[in-house]
């Protein structure tokens, strides 16, 4: 298992590199440049500019450059934010994504599976038609729809909860986290009880049955550990997502998240902003889905004997 | 479904509890301003950044020479208490507050303000805003790196006052001091934190900023709020009223306007277009609408074929039906434009016209030999709804009026820039809000080879009406030229002004002493809480 980490972890490495350059291409290539203003600059401030921030040299040269920084953690200066650090202003707002995303991710398992495990029990039946019916819809109304809607109903029409901020009043984080987990509730629903449908027709279930267990205790000792794999694989991915796809609620919400910096980096063309937060979303990306497949391994003997790790 | 009954009964038992004091109301007992600010600022260098919200800011934070006048649009004292003015109008002497001191107890010293400008007119800083200052003798040259040795500046230290020698009389050249540009940093905080060059500088961190305005910076959490408080060594604290301010960075504008509605702060510095009207109706003493220094136009490149002909820039324009733009898609109360500087019934209010006479239109069109069937045109704007209505109106009525069909692209706010500056464009989308409240800061604009010009449009006798502008002392030969250019401006249209800005915003009434001006600024000291 641990041969199957390294070997993962020692992927990054290619994984990152491509990313790096193929953003730095792309960036260069995108028209419009940081120091473009409406207020036009004269051309030699422009090239002021562009010896203070390295752009004057060749593309090979700043790719180097940039990468032997990168190495040593110096992810460079902000182009928009002159006199702050790309690391500094990631790290000003991780610690808010990630808490976001975790008490999403959360809430969407809690929602998802209990919604999904019902349905599963129910198949057919109302209590299956409507919990799915519900999760149909939560995966179609995207965030930016649902978060606005629920402000509007809790935060203007009832007065019960901020519209604001994050951990700066009670109850503000309530509705961003809803607003970010419902689709991913949603889609949990759904892989619950295809899951535990798949699980429950199993022999194993039914012998468990005729030896005459009750069943809770099928559903929770013998079902549910298969039945969520589906939940287990899809982690991953979803953590990597609603990391990426937080800045949709923080703009709403008004959330100091990284999120919102990986969208205005792109709009302002700060060129090192954009490689920094994009080195960061292929980390944790490729972080969260190798801590996915660790967990359905551990859940999934099959998948653990035949290095399904990999 | 007995949980969901409880939930609404509950809900509706938690609405219209009048009781709860919203955030507006505790802060306002404490006198702290809570501010939507829109985007988060890129910084507090008043030499490096170029934004409305930074400016919004640094009005807290630091204090020029002279300061804005909310009430006429003209200046009061700030760091000078003072000021004489030679009779050529080319040298002013700025006599310092003795009052004026840094948050760090140090008293305001002229010097302050030769290290500031130099470090502004400093090339290798690369500041945007730096010919700001090019009406001061050789600042051009010295910022151009023409001459290296800043006493050669017009900007000088005599027996502690500071003296300024201009190129040319400026009589608006105290109005430029309102802006951020020109004020000053505190040179030991500066050289100490990166050198008086370094964009880098890490100086305006906030354990690190001296400031000398009527705040202290107290924090800046990066897209969350920046609080400032009452400097207590300010020399104008008498007046001040404000305890403190928290400046919000909310760049969208419908979560602005729920957080205003939910009592979250005092003002929304935008409405979204769509609920101006409901607001009118509904909460009228809450919006705020008044004029505002800026135009908005579209850009022609008169580079290319067919624009390079005007009988054809005037059948465009011609054919722009401007009131229906103003009343139908824009609804904020903005004011047709028919000069390019926006009108000002008490100073500079220029007589030219822009008519709407499709019938003249189509004359002109017919003159100018054009032949429809030719590659149509293209109307560039940067991605946005607003500016998009705006196209579409005015793409139906050039196909209309004049049988004209142009083809609309919308770009993202970069390549936008990118374009226009490159000159491959043929038709832009534009909007300019003056610097200070002269027409200077318009016209100059479109004088040969300046760099905002992007048309390609020169006329002699227009760049030489404004050179003799600058050194006319009377304002009133100095508006005649003005107009004078104004109706080259407008008979030529390079620029086909649309209308005039209006700014539209939510204020709460607890607000009070807000002064509605053409530059959309108020200098906190000067307000109060309710």
């Known amino acids: ?310 | 479904m007995h949980w969901l009954l409880i939930f609404f009964l509950f809900l509706a038992g938690c609405s219209g509890n009048t009781d709860q004091k919203s955030k507006v109301d505790l802060y306002s007992e404490q006198g702290i301003l809570l501010l939507g600010n829109g985007t988060e600022p890129s910084g507090i260098d008043p030499h490096i950044v170029t934004g409305v919200p930074e400016h919004k800011i640094l009005l807290a934070l630091l204090e020029g020479l002279v300061i804005f006048n909310p009430q006429n649009n003209g200046v009061l004292p700030g760091v000078a208490s003072e000021w004489v003015i030679s009779e050529d109008g080319l040298t002013y002497t700025f006599i310092f507050n003795p009052e004026a001191k840094w948050t760090n107890g140090e008293s305001v010293k002229p010097e302050h303000f030769v290290y500031s400008w130099k470090r502004i007119l400093s090339p290798e800083l690369g500041a945007q805003y730096a010919d700001m200052l090019y009406v001061i003798k050789n600042a051009e040259s010295f910022h151009k790196g023409q001459i290296k040795d800043f006493s050669k500046v017009g900007v000088s230290v005599f027996e502690n006052k500071l003296v300024v020698t201009l190129e040319n009389p400026t009589p608006y050249f105290l109005n430029i001091l309102t802006h951020y540009s020109t004020w000053p940093v505190h040179p030991e905080t500066v050289e100490k934190f990166g050198g008086m060059t370094s964009r880098n500088n890490k100086w305006t961190r906030v354990n690190n900023f001296i400031g000398n305005g009527p705040f202290k910076l107290d924090s800046w959490e990066i897209n969350k709020s920046l609080k400032v408080s009452r400097n207590d060594l300010y020399w104008g604290n008498d007046s001040n009223k404000i305890n403190g301010i928290e400046f919000l960075p909310i760049d969208n504008e419908l979560t602005q306007d729920r957080l205003f509605r939910s009592g979250g702060i005092h003002l929304a510095n935008t409405v979204p277009t769509e609920k101006i009207i409901r607001y009118r109706e509904e909460r009228p003493k809450e919006l705020v609408e008044h004029n505002y220094f800026g135009t908005y136009y579209y850009r022609i490149n008169t580079n290319k074929s067919p624009l390079n002909d005007v009988n054809f820039r005037k059948a465009l324009s011609l054919s722009i039906d401007r009131d229906l733009i103003v009343k139908s898609i824009l609804k904020g109360n903005q004011k047709v434009s028919y000069s390019f500087t926006p009108p000002d019934e008490n100073s500079y209010n220029p007589s030219t016209k822009l008519e709407f006479n499709p019938v003249k239109a189509k004359l002109l069109f017919k003159e100018s030999g054009y032949d429809i069937n030719n590659q149509p045109l293209e109307v560039l704007y940067n991605t946005s709804e607003g500016h998009q209505k705006i196209a579409q109106a005015i793409q139906e009525m050039w196909k209309k009026h004049l049988g004209l069909n142009v083809i609309l692209t919308n770009v993202d706010w970069k390549v936008y820039l990118a374009r226009e500056t490159q000159g491959e464009f043929d038709i832009s989308r534009a909007g300019w809000i003056g610097d200070y409240p002269d027409p200077f800061t318009f016209l100059d604009m479109m004088v040969t080879d300046r760099g905002n010009n992007k048309t390609g449009w020169s006329n002699a006798r227009y760049d030489e009406i404004l050179n003799n502008a600058a050194s006319q002392i009377s304002t009133t030969k100095r508006y005649e030229l003005y107009e004078e250019a104004e109706k080259i401006l407008i008979d030529e249209l390079p620029v086909i002004p649309l209308y005039t800005y209006t700014r539209t915003y939510l204020l709460s009434e607890r607000v009070k002493n807000w002064q509605k001006n053409i530059l959309d600024t108020n200098p906190y000291q000067f307000l109060s809480l309710e």
Not at chain 1, 78 to 92: D, N
Not at chain 1, 239 to 258: H, M, P, R, W, Y
Request: hydrophobic share 50%; aromatic share 10%.
């Open chain 1, 1 to 310: 298992m641990i041969q199957l980490i390294l070997k993962r972890l020692f992927t990054y490495i290619p994984v990152l590199l491509v990313v790096v350059i193929i953003t730095f291409l792309m960036i260069h290539a995108a028209p419009g440049g940081p120091f473009d203003a409406e207020r036009v600059a004269s051309p030699e401030i422009i090239e002021k500019l562009n010896e203070a921030y390295n752009l004057d040299k060749p593309i090979h040269v700043q790719i180097y450059n940039y990468l032997f920084n990168a190495i040593q953690g110096d992810f460079g200066p902000s182009f928009k934010y002159p006199g702050r650090t790309v690391t500094e202003l990631i790290m000003s707002g991780l610690p808010t994504t990630i808490e976001l995303a975790i008490y999403s991710i959360l809430f969407a398992i809690f929602l998802g599976v209990i919604s999904g495990l019902v349905a599963s029990l129910n198949p057919g039946k109302i209590l299956d038609i409507v919990p799915m019916s519900i999760s149909l819809l939560g995966i179609c109304i995207p965030s930016i729809i649902l978060g606005p809607v629920l402000v509007l109903i809790f935060g203007i029409w009832y007065e019960v909860l901020p519209v604001y901020g994050w951990g700066d009043n009670p109850g503000d984080k309530i509705l961003p986290t809803i607003t970010l987990g419902t689709a991913y509730a949603a889609i949990f629903a759904r892989l619950t009880r295809g899951g535990m449908l798949e699980i429950l027709g199993q022999d194993y279930i039914r012998t468990a049955r005729a030896k005459g267990l009750s069943e809770i205790r099928i559903v929770i000792v013998h079902a549910l550990r298969g039945g969520i794999l589906p939940v287990i694989s899809f982690l991953g991915p979803a953590i990597a997502g609603l990391l990426a796809g937080s800045f949709v609620v923080e703009t709403i919400f008004q959330i100091n998240g990284v999120g919102r910096f990986y969208v205005q980096a792109a709009f302002n063309r700060d060129y090192t902003m954009i490689l920094g937060t994009s080195i960061l979303f292929t980390f944790m990306t490729l972080t969260f889905v190798l801590i996915s497949d660790i967990m359905a391994s551990f859940l999934n003997p099959t998948l653990r004997d035949s290095g399904g790790l990999e």
